[in-house]
């Protein structure tokens, strides 16, 4: 075992005395040691019950003969952060997340882990680390948020961040009602995304990715997956042996049927990196080209994650894909998809058909997400396109340009923006926030001031799982590397064809040469602190944001 190293010989007999002063005895020294990281906190909805979560893991590490030594990552909620400078802290906190589950891996010389998250870019976080350590690990997820329920319908956040422009009393009663407790916002946003991404990787136990913050099923699966990592250990089976191309593809395919985040596009390749792998945003395309999309959920569809989880969560999906997974990779149980999928059988047959569609009658012929390339966008963006009205597919019309989050929300809501337009904001990119801020607030008052089937929206950030309609992100290269985004002038016509990928600024090549010629730089907007090493350091969204 690897904290033999900290336990074993007569010369670690100062290590042991620390050991025994946190309370370990004679038997648990020779057993295996576990590390549970948990980002338990205060602030996220998703996050302030993953305590409950690790003493159920704790007590199965126990059961199964390990010793478990509990250690927490920061994490910062997307929400909150929304709408203003916090959220440039919010992908710089991805690596961070990450390093510091090296740095108590590493520094303790643990044998095994189990990883604790719920939310956007904190499950990248851990998992990113899970690849980088290559240990036994074990990923148990917090669980999705129950929807709320007023104005006789289920809510959750985003009818909140859609309905504040409209005012009246019945924006209190959203306030109050659209988010009853703990978990994650309860639609197929980043993170719950996320967490069925890592499902399907293979990285959680089976159904961990739907269970309920507040159902007790959750602690069942928690208490198991301590178990397993004792297991785990035994069968020297690390992460690396689990994540593989093959499941990266999986991965990708559930992701597509689902219809889930766009960030995906930013948090596997970077995900991928750590485990050795090249994964290209292109991928995501191909992949999406032969997947038809099967579950509807919030923000494009009707159904939140609780009607996924009685309808037999990712398990039932994967079955329904089966004939295109690759089935003979390990996951977290020990043994293949397969044998994982022989297992599965829905409780709620009716609910199953109803909320999963076949390969036949899917919800949509290909799956949520598409990859445009074009003049605008020479290293790709990214659309949700099962978000999209039929309508907007294919639209043509004049560049509104922002520099900023901020000035676009003055024009949104001041009226700047029409029928027909395509806003632009720039300089909001890794290099250029810096830290890539999602876009929530904008994508909202679009459709809080009634434009979401005739505005386009296209920015070199990103946007929240909760975006809907007709919205570009990640194109890249950014504004801030002068990519052709910095070179587009108020007034520009911009070609969107999703059907045929396309994403054109339609400006001769001698103009656009004559503007690049004149661009300079901005002055960056944050010179200290982390965010000045980060815009030093972070790659291009096409390569997933990473630092290099």
């Not at 099923?217 to 035994?234: D, N, T, Y």
């Not at 996924?308 to 089966?322: C, E």
């Not at 290269?477 to 990519?483: D, K, L, Q, R, S």
């Not at 108020?490 to 994403?503: E, Q, T």
Request: charged share 25%.
């Amino acid at each position: 075992m690897r904290s033999e190293a900290t336990k074993v010989g007569a010369e670690r007999a100062p290590h042991r005395a620390l050991l025994r002063a946190t309370g370990l005895i004679d038997e648990e020294m020779s057993r295996p040691f576990i590390g549970i990281a948990s980002s338990a906190n205060d602030f996220i909805p998703g996050h302030i019950h993953l305590a409950r979560v690790a003493e159920a893991v704790k007590a199965g590490v126990r059961l199964a003969g390990g010793v478990p030594f509990e250690f927490q990552t920061i994490g910062i909620c997307d929400g909150i952060a929304m709408g203003h400078r916090g959220m440039r802290y919010s992908l710089p906190s991805r690596e961070l997340i990450q390093d510091s589950i090296e740095i108590m891996a590493e520094g303790h010389q643990l044998d095994g882990l189990v990883l604790i998250p719920t939310c956007d870019k904190i499950v990248p976080g851990h998992l990113m680390a899970a690849g980088r350590l290559n240990l036994p690990t074990i990923v148990v997820t917090g669980g999705p948020m129950l929807p709320g329920f007023a104005c006789d319908k289920e809510l959750d956040l985003i009818d909140v961040f859609e309905g504040w422009q409209k005012g009246g009393e019945s924006l209190s009663t959203l306030e109050e009602l659209a988010c009853p407790g703990a978990g994650s916002c309860a639609g197929l946003f980043t993170a719950n995304t996320m967490a069925c991404v890592t499902e399907a990787l293979g990285m959680s136990l089976p159904g961990c990715a739907t269970a309920h913050a507040v159902d007790a099923k959750k602690m069942r699966i928690a208490k198991r997956s301590g178990m397993r990592i004792v297991e785990l250990i035994k069968q020297g089976i690390n992460a690396r042996d689990i994540v593989t191309g093959k499941s990266l593809d999986n991965a990708i395919r559930v992701d597509m049927a689902i219809g889930g985040s766009t960030n995906t596009v930013l948090h596997l390749p970077a995900i991928a990196a750590e485990f050795g792998l090249e994964l290209d945003v292109d991928r995501f395309d191909e992949i999406s080209r032969e997947t038809p999309h099967l579950v509807n959920l919030r923000p494009g569809g009707p159904y939140h994650m609780i009607d996924l989880d009685r309808a037999g969560g990712i398990p039932a999906v994967m079955n329904r894909l089966r004939s295109r997974l690759n089935l003979d990779v390990i996951t977290v149980s020990g043994q293949t998809l397969e044998e994982d999928l022989k297992a599965f059988k829905p409780a709620n047959p009716l609910c199953n058909a109803e909320v999963i569609s076949t390969l036949e009658k899917p919800f949509h012929r290909e799956g949520g997400i598409a990859i445009l390339h074009g003049s605008l966008a020479p290293e790709g963006a990214v659309i949700k396109q099962t978000a999209v009205s039929e309508k907007m597919m294919k639209h043509q019309g004049p560049a509104v340009v922002f520099d900023s989050e901020e000035d676009s929300m003055k024009g949104i809501v001041g009226g700047q923006v029409k029928a027909g337009d395509v806003v632009i904001i720039r300089y909001e990119g890794p290099k250029g926030g810096p830290g890539m801020r999602e876009t929530l607030s904008p994508t909202s008052a679009i459709m809080g001031v009634g434009l979401g089937d005739s505005v386009v929206l296209i920015t070199d950030g990103r946007f929240s799982g909760g975006t809907r309609g007709p919205c570009i992100g990640h194109v890249s290269p950014e504004a801030a590397v002068g990519g052709p985004i910095a070179l587009a002038n108020a007034g520009d016509r911009i070609l969107i064809d999703i059907p045929a990928r396309r994403l054109d600024l339609q400006v001769p090549e001698e103009e656009l040469a004559r503007r690049r010629e004149a661009w300079k730089p901005p002055e960056p907007k944050v010179k200290g602190g982390v965010l000045a090493r980060y815009r030093k350091s972070v790659t291009s969204a096409s390569k997933g944001g990473v630092l290099r």
